[in-house]
T-cell receptor, first 113, second 113 residues
Framework: AQSVTQPDIHITVSEGASLELRCNYSYGATPYLFWYVQSPGQGLQLLLKYFSVDTLVQGIKGFEAEFKRSQSSFNLRKPSVHWSDAAEYFCAAPNQAGTALIFGKGTTLSVSS | DVKVTQSSRYLVKRTGEKVFLECVQDMDHENMFWYRQDPGLGLRLIYFSYDVKMKEKGDIPEGYSVSREKKERFSLILESASTNQTSMYLC????????????FGEGSWLTVV
């Protein structure tokens, strides 16, 4: 069955430092992959998505993600983190039927000054 | 912009009550979803609907039902609320095209006492 794993529950990064959030997936075919962000008390906002074309995907708010088939990974990166990036981040992929998304358990990002 | 509106942001209900969570989307999307979000568990799919009056069980449908009488509206029903259904509920919608973005509402916080 398809699964999405985010190995890091909580990460703290200094403001201005670079960020990488990890995501691993198991999927039979070439996947569609997504990163969403959730600010406290809010719904989820799409950051970026991968559609089997370019392996490096650019998103909103300066985020990017790289698809690596050999590692079954889709890690999210940002070169310089801002305090407003503190939030919970979710990686997602289609379920086996392709009818909905399955989500990782999320990574909470804290930004220290 | 796509808008998914969850009419109730915060609800407090008593054990055994029947609870309705309402969701409306304004983009003529075929698919609508209800997810449940709990700390450390990420988002889990309760039900989804791909057309009016059509529904499919997700990963955790027990204790829930849904109704979709109009394309734009998808309701989640807790027939007899229990304390273990205290959670954040997220409604979402998308087109039927595989890999298309799923858009989320802001969530409904339900507390069952």
């Amino acid at each position: 069955a398809q699964s999405v794993t985010q190995p890091d529950i909580h990460i703290t990064v200094s403001e201005g430092a670079s960020l990488e959030l990890r995501c691993n997936y198991s999927y039979g075919a070439t996947p569609y992959l997504f990163w969403y962000v959730q600010s406290p008390g809010q719904g989820l906002q799409l950051l970026l998505k991968y559609f089997s074309v370019d392996t490096l995907v650019q998103g909103i708010k300066g985020f990017e993600a790289e698809f690596k088939r050999s590692q079954s990974s889709f890690n999210l990166r940002k070169p310089s983190v801002h305090w407003s990036d503190a939030a919970e981040y979710f990686c997602a992929a289609p379920n086996q039927a392709g009818t909905a998304l399955i989500f990782g358990k999320g990574t909470t990002l804290s930004v220290s000054s | 912009d796509v808008k998914v509106t969850q009419s109730s942001r915060y609800l407090v209900k008593r054990t055994g009550e029947k609870v309705f969570l309402e969701c409306v989307q304004d983009m003529d999307h075929e698919n609508m979803f209800w997810y449940r979000q709990d700390p450390g568990l990420g988002l889990r799919l309760i039900y989804f609907s791909y057309d009016v009056k059509m529904k499919e069980k997700g990963d955790i449908p027990e204790g829930y039902s849904v109704s979709r009488e109009k394309k734009e509206r998808f309701s989640l029903i807790l027939e007899s609320a229990s304390t273990n259904q205290t959670s954040m509920y997220l409604c979402a919608s998308s087109t039927i095209i595989a890999g298309n973005t799923i858009y989320f509402g802001e969530g409904s916080w339900l507390t069952v006492v």
